[in-house]
């Protein structure tokens, strides 16, 4: 398994597209990915379980990879969140 923290740069947070974005990002992988946020635990797969978590713009994240593809995975996403989701 593989985690990194990443600062969520989206001046609006993780509202329903750059949630849609990060969650087909999350599908091109075979990994379980999932991301903590304060007390809470959310599936990068599932628009809904994303849009649950409440993530604002300013807010870190922690990213956790765990699969054979665990790596490229958590570069992806880091990747993704950096450039801003679509925005």
């Known amino acids: 398994m593989v985690s990194q923290k ?3 740069k989206n ?6 597209r750059p949630a849609g974005i990060l969650c087909k990002e999350a599908m091109q992988f ?11 635990t959310a599936n990068a797969k599932s628009v809904l ?6 993530v604002k ?7 956790f990879c765990e699969g054979e593809d665990e790596q490229e995975a958590l570069k ?4 993704a969140v950096e450039n801003g989701l679509g925005e």
């Open 76 to 79: 992806s996403l880091v990747r």
């Open 49 to 54: 379980s994303v849009l649950g978590a409440c």
């Open 11 to 16: 001046p609006t947070g993780l509202h329903l």
């Open 30 to 40: 075979k990994s379980l990915i999932t991301f903590q946020f304060r007390d809470s």
């Open 6 to 8: 990443v600062v969520i």
């Open 57 to 63: 713009s300013g807010d870190e994240i922690e990213f």
